[in-house]
């Protein structure tokens, strides 16, 4: 079974900030592996960043490799990455009504597990292939 911790970020912390948050997801997962004991849960496939934009998704991703964050020469597969349109893009709704439309993910839940999440090397990858991926490093 694989679990994940989930961050919706809004873009409201500056990079300095989000490479603290970034490092303290790291150290609780990868270093102490704290997840075990205060969730009960192990492994932790990813920690999936949904973002408000593309533009800020990248900024986050080049953090990844920052050495407080992973080792040098290590991949950064603990950290996936979406944009929020995704998510709230207005669609029509099953009934075929022209004007009732609402966010994709009330329409469409299921929409989380495709393959939708960005990894920082910029591989795309959905939840379901977590459950027959190798460990994360």
Same mark, same amino acid.
Request: hydrophobic share 45%.
């Given at each position: 079974?694989a679990?994940?911790?989930y961050?919706a ?16 997801y790291s150290q609780?997962?990868k270093?102490?592996q704290?997840?075990?004991?205060l969730?009960?849960?192990h *492994?932790?496939r990813a920690? @999936? $960043?949904?973002?408000? #934009?593309?533009?800020? +998704?990248?900024?986050?991703m080049?953090?990844?490799s920052h050495?407080?964050?992973s ?6 597969g603990?950290?996936?990455f979406?944009?929020s *349109?995704l998510?709230?893009? @207005? $669609?029509?709704?099953a #009934?075929?009504d022209v +004007?009732?439309r609402h966010?994709r993910?009330?329409?469409?839940p299921e ?6 999440w ?12 977590a ?7």
């Open positions: 079974m679990h994940f911790f961050e970020d809004r873009g409201t912390m500056v990079l300095t900030d989000m490479l603290k948050k970034l490092r303290a609780l997962i270093k102490q704290r997840h075990r004991e969730f009960g849960v *492994p932790i920690v @999936l $960043i949904e973002t408000s #934009s593309e533009a800020w +998704g990248r900024q986050l080049s953090l990844t050495p407080l964050v080792s040098p020469g290590k991949r950064a603990l950290f996936w979406t944009i *349109p998510f709230t893009d @207005l $669609i029509a709704d #009934s075929g +004007g009732a966010p993910y009330l329409a469409q929409v989380i597990w495709n393959r939708i960005a990894l920082p090397d910029r591989t795309m990858h959905a939840l379901i292939d459950e027959n991926a190798p460990p994360p490093l």
